[in-house]
């Protein structure tokens, strides 16, 4: 329930992205592999999780990181525009989104997950006091 009122999604969009965690690209396959069950340093993602009005391929809620891997569908001049939109639209909800091609992830996968890695933890370390008076 509580789930419910942070992310009211439509059950349309839940089944949805249900049915999207059978229909995994290798690469996806493989990164959350990886990244389940805390394999990362710890840190909990969650796959094909919606935010309406969209679903994201990765999720480390703790850093609001979204991971997208995007195979050759993404290559398009008008799916990378729909992309930089939605992308655009969830940064303006406070997530980062880090995209990679699923080739890139799958040769070698350790430099996304270094830089996933990376990226969660600059958004999940709390600054120091006074860190605004740093110069």
């Not at 249900?18 to 389940?36: C, G, M, N, P």
């Not at 939605?86 to 799958?106: K, V, Y």
């Not at 040769?107 to 997950?113: F, I």
Request: one cysteine or more.
């Amino acid at each position: 329930m509580e789930h419910e009122k942070r992310n009211p999604a439509s059950g349309r969009l839940r089944d949805f992205a249900k049915d999207q965690r059978s229909l995994a690209t290798r690469a996806e396959a493989l990164f959350w592999s990886q990244v389940r069950a805390g394999r990362l340093s710890g840190h909990t993602f969650k796959r094909q999780v919606p935010i309406t009005p969209y679903i994201v391929d990765l999720l480390c809620p703790s850093a609001r990181l979204i991971v997208e891997l995007d195979g050759e569908p993404h290559d398009t001049v008008e799916r990378r525009r729909r992309d930089a939109t939605r992308d655009a639209w969830l940064r303006s909800q406070t997530f980062e989104i880090m995209r990679f091609s699923n080739d890139a992830f799958l040769g070698p996968p350790q430099r996304t997950l270094d830089a996933a890695l990376a990226a969660v933890e600059r958004r999940t370390t709390p600054l120091p006091p006074n860190a605004d008076r740093i110069a």
